[in-house]
């Protein structure tokens, strides 16, 4: 089992749709998780962190479910600009300094 | 301007010509990390540097060696690369290793072919 998966994807939505995305840990001892956005092959940059009393920045809503193992991300009224791949991250588990990365899920947002 | 800087942003090499990727951020950043990025692999760690002279094994290290000799530095060496390390490479620095993890800062990437 991977230590960090995602749903497949890829998610394609109309501009204005909600879209959830969900991500499975398998290491209980993990200790902090994130979700970054990639744009086309380049550099992966912080979308938001994720914390067990879930966390909202405009319209994007995370929620980490410990006993679950598992992160989600909703993206409300979505525009074009958010098409993008979205990783999810988790920090610690096996070892204290070892950042593990989903394989991230494209979403395509079209008119 | 903060960021994390690579070097060179494209290379193309044969097997076996040894090369270094260099990495240097400007933030005073404790953690380094390298990680390497594969179609349908996503990123993956290859080593990383809690502190100066404290490197510690990411999930591929084979085949790579890094040194933490300076808190800005990290370069990435490729003794002798061999075609299955042709990669999409990605430098990345954070604040702190304290708990919560802190936001990592990436560089631009270096892609990396290997004949």
């Known amino acids: ?20 995305f969900n991500c499975t840990y398998s290491n209980s001892a993990s200790q902090s998780f994130f979700w970054y956005r990639q744009d086309c092959r380049k550099e992966p940059k912080l ?9 909202e920045d405009g ?20 525009k ?5 791949t979205y990783l999810c991250v988790v920090w610690g588990g096996t070892s204290y300094g070892k950042l593990t990365f989903g394989q991230g899920t494209i979403l395509t947002v079209h008119p | ?24 951020q400007n933030m005073n950043h404790e953690y380094m990390s390298w990680y390497r990025q594969d179609p349908g692999l ?10 100066v002279e ?35 490479y990605f430098c990345a ?3 702190s290793t304290a708990q919560p993890a802190y936001e990592q800062y990436f560089g631009p990437g270096t892609r990396l072919t290997v004949t």
């Open chain 1, 59 to 78: 319209r994007f809503t995370a929620q980490l479910n410990r006993a679950s193992q598992y992160i989600s991300l909703l993206i409300r009224d979505s």
């Open chain 2, 54 to 88: 404290v490197t510690d094994k990411g999930d591929v290290p084979e085949g790579y060696k890094v040194s933490r000799k300076e808190k800005r530095n990290f370069p990435l060496i490729l003794e002798s690369p061999s075609p299955n390390q042709t990669s999409l």
């Open chain 1, 1 to 20: 089992r991977k230590e960090v998966e995602q749903d497949p994807g890829p998610f394609n939505v109309p501009e204005g749709a909600t879209v959830a």
């Open chain 2, 93 to 95: 620095s954070s604040l």
């Open chain 2, 1 to 24: 301007e903060a960021q994390v800087t690579q070097n060179p942003r494209y290379l193309i090499t044969v097997t076996g010509k040894k090369l270094t990727v260099t990495c240097s």
């Open chain 2, 42 to 51: 996503g990123l993956r760690q290859i080593y990383y540097s809690m502190n």
């Open chain 1, 47 to 55: 979308l938001m962190s994720v914390y067990s009393s879930g966390n």
């Open chain 1, 80 to 84: 074009l600009s958010d098409s993008a």
